[in-house]
């Protein structure tokens, strides 16, 4: 769906921090939303940790950059990381060029997919959440 020129499509879930979730098979990939990647700017870094860190649903575990902002990577959900997207390394700007698809960020193996019930899949929640957001921090 588009929401004031912003795509976030539909099936996947989003979280407050500015995240997105998708399921695959029993892993959980996340990246960045589109409104997040063209508010940063052009993505000059982001924070690889290793593979294998325990994360927390909702607690920051790395760093993203651009040229004009430093910000922080929450987790879409508690779990163990298996797999880091290694092009970021290369072309953060993966991000900006394709927020859901060839710039996803991580893959996490989840403790329990119910904790997706925490996040914002409802068009309606999603479009008066993302409207707040833009009043509070401006359009791009």
Known sequence: MNIEGYEFPEGL????????????GDLVVMGMNDYAQKMAGSIVYVGLPPEGKKLVQGKNFTKIESGKWLGKVFSVVSGELVAVNEELERRAKLI??????????????PDNLDELKNLMTDPAVIQEWLKTEIAEHGKK
């Open 13 to 24: 879930y989003y979280d407050k921090n500015h995240f997105w979730a998708r399921v695959e």
């Open 96 to 109: 900006n060029e394709d927020c859901y698809g060839k710039g996803w960020m991580f893959k996490i193996k």
